[in-house]
Structures are given as structure tokens and as C-alpha cells.
């Protein structure tokens, strides 16, 4: 039987580029994200430039019945999944008090019932068969919860939490439960807000390729979790030793809309 790494977020930035990057080492692949389109053209280009299997399943994650459905869908078409990244996400910026409520409930749904959902039923499997990976994607904001993306740190601090616990309780099963950490990336995820905060405008985002390169190689070799970049690791390190009233001070300096 033909194994499968399922990717969610395939369809644009680090998720793109991690497929790109996993199927250049012949890895098959179960692309997952909303855009038919861009999954169709990923398909039909990395099978005929990797010779590899890939299949694509369109579901809109922020409800997790999709996710519930994908898993379904997977055990139908009789795949064998034996990496699960849960890449998808999505983020938004403002005052908690005037932003969408709508539009952050889904993201919870999104950014953590999804990859419970997911985790929980793939992992199942990969524990009876004593082998699997399972990464997840968090954000330096795991580490360094900032004001005006409220919501959105709690559900990467969500993730953190998760992976670690759940690593510690899979150790031993032959199933990995690994975490990345990305700082600002150059993707669609950064919205016209969020480049105007002081944070956007104080360094220069990474490159997709550079976090998915660092990605693959997690999901594949590492262990526990990965803060990508030096600068990222030791802005997530200055909690330790920075009192959390100064910090969340800086954090919120850094948030705000520069206007120079
Ligand atoms: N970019 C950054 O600065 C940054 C920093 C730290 C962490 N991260 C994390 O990195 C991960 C990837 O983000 P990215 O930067 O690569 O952003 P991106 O380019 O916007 O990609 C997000 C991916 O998630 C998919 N997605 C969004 N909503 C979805 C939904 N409801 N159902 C299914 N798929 C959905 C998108 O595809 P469709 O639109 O086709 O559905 C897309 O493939 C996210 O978890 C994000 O939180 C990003």
C-alpha cells in the first residue's frame, strides 16, 4: 500500500512550499486546502515533474465536521497517511472589541478543532501501527502572546501546548508529534493591517521556502519543537527572563500602527 503524507494549507505560502520541498524527495503527497484550482495545478505539476502520487481533497477547515469528513474521505479511498501537517491557519488583526466575532470563532475552529480533530483520528491509526508523523505548525506568537492579535496567539499558544503534551504521551509508540514555529513570513497570511504595525516594519520577514525547509526537515528528522530562525528563538526565549508586565509593554508597542 502506497503511504501519504496529508499536508492542510497546501495551496499557498510555507504549505506550498513544504509540498513542493516533500515531493521533491518522492514523498506522495494528499494536498488539502479551499482553492480547487491552485490544489489542481499543484497536482498535475508535482506529479509530472516527481513522478510521485498526489491527490488533493478540497475542505474548508474552519469547520471541523470538514475535518471529521476529510479523515472519512481518506479511510473510503483506502490511503495510507502515515505524516499529517496541520499547516492550515489563518490570523487577523485590531482591537478584540471591534473585530469580527464571526471570523474568530472560525479561526478557533480552524487553528485548534481541526487539528484536534485530525491528530486525534490519524494518530489512532498510526499508534496501532506503531509508526507516523504528526507536525504542527504554531507561531513564535506560541511563546510571546501579542495585544491586538488576541484570539490568534491563543489558538498558536493552543498548539503549543498540544504538541508538547501529546508528544510526551506518544513517546515510546513509534509515532512522532512535532511542532514548528515560524516568526513573520513573506505570505498571504499577513494582511494590509498587520504591515503597518511597528513588528511588520522592524524586520524583514523570512522566505516560505526558507520555514518550509526548516519544516521538512522537522516533520521528518527532528524531535519536539522548532523555533525557526535565531532571531525568532530568541525573541520566544525572552519570557524567561523578561518580567511579564515589561514584556507585554514592548509587545504591545510593537503591535501597535506605526506611523511614521
Ligand atoms: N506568515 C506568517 O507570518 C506566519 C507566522 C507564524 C505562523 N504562521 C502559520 O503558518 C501556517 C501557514 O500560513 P502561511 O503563512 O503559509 O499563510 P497562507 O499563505 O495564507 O496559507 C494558509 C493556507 O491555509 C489554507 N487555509 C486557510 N483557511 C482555510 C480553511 N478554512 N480551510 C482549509 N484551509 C485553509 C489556505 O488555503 P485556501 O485559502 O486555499 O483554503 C492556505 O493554503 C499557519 O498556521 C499560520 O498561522 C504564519
Do not use: C
Amino acid at each position: 500500500m502506497e503511504e501519504y503524507i496529508l499536508l492542510t494549507g497546501a495551496s499557498s505560502g510555507i504549505g506550498y512550499e513544504m509540498a513542493t520541498q516533500l515531493a521533491a524527495k518522492k514523498l506522495n503527497l494528499i494536498l488539502v486546502a479551499r482553492s480547487e484550482t491552485k490544489l489542481q495545478e499543484m497536482q498535475s505539476t508535482l506529479i509530472a515533474k516527481h513522478g510521485i502520487l498526489v491527490r488533493y481533497i478540497v475542505k474548508d477547515l474552519s469547520n471541523v465536521q470538514a475535518a471529521i469528513n476529510l479523515y472519512k474521505d481518506v479511510q473510503q479511498e483506502k490511503l495510507l497517511v502515515t505524516g499529517l501537517v496541520n499547516n492550515a491557519g489563518v490570523g487577523n488583526y485590531g482591537n478584540f472589541i471591534e473585530t469580527s466575532l464571526e471570523e474568530e470563532l472560525k479561526m478557533i475552529e480552524l487553528n485548534i478543532s481541526s487539528v484536534v480533530a485530525l491528530t486525534k483520528l490519524f494518530a489512532k491509526d498510526m499508534v496501532s501501527r506503531k509508526s507516523g508523523k504528526i507536525m504542527n505548525v504554531g507561531s513564535v506568537l506560541s511563546f510571546l502572546p501579542f495585544p491586538y492579535y488576541s484570539v490568534y496567539s491563543a489558538t498558536k499558544t493552543f498548539v503549543l501546548a498540544f504538541s508538547e503534551t501529546l508528544a510526551a504521551e506518544l513517546e515510546g509508540t513509534g509515532v512522532t508529534v512535532t511542532s514548528l514555529y515560524p516568526g513573520t513570513t513573506d505570505t498571504g497570511f499577513t494582511t494590509d493591517k498587520m504591515q503597518t504595525t511597528n513588528l511588520y516594519k522592524s524586520g524583514k520577514p523570512m522566505h516560505p521556502k526558507v520555514v518550509a525547509t526548516e519544516g521538512v526537515k522537522h516533520l521528518l528528522h527532528g524531535k519536539g519543537k522548532k523555533v525557526v530562525g535565531f532571531q525568532n528563538w530568541f525573541n520566544s526565549f525572552l519570557p524567561r527572563i523578561v518580567p511579564s508586565t515589561v514584556m507585554m509593554k514592548i509587545k504591545k508597542h510593537l503591535a501597535s500602527i506605526n506611523r511614521d
